[in-house]
C-alpha cells in the first residue's frame, strides 16, 4: 500500500510540474520550486489518510467477499 501511494505521488508530482512547464511557461526549477510549496504536505496527508483507512476498508471487504 506504501509503495503504490507513493508511486501515485510521485507520479502526481510529475504531472503537475510538466503541467506548470507547459500551461504556465515556467522553467523545470521554477515549476519544482512552486509544487514543492503544497504537494509533498498533501502527499504526507493522504498517505496518512490512506493508512488510517486501509483496516476498516479490509474488514468491509472481508465482511462481503
Request: charged content about 10%; glycine content about 4%.
Amino acid at each position: 500500500v506504501t509503495i503504490g501511494c507513493l508511486l501515485a505521488m510521485v507520479v502526481r508530482y510529475i504531472g503537475s510540474c510538466a503541467s506548470s512547464m507547459i500551461l504556465y511557461e515556467y522553467t523545470l526549477v521554477d515549476a519544482l520550486i512552486y509544487n514543492s510549496t503544497y504537494i509533498p504536505m498533501t502527499m504526507l496527508l493522504n498517505w496518512i489518510a490512506v493508512i488510517l483507512l486501509l483496516k476498516p476498508i479490509l474488514l468491509i471487504n472481508k465482511k462481503y467477499k
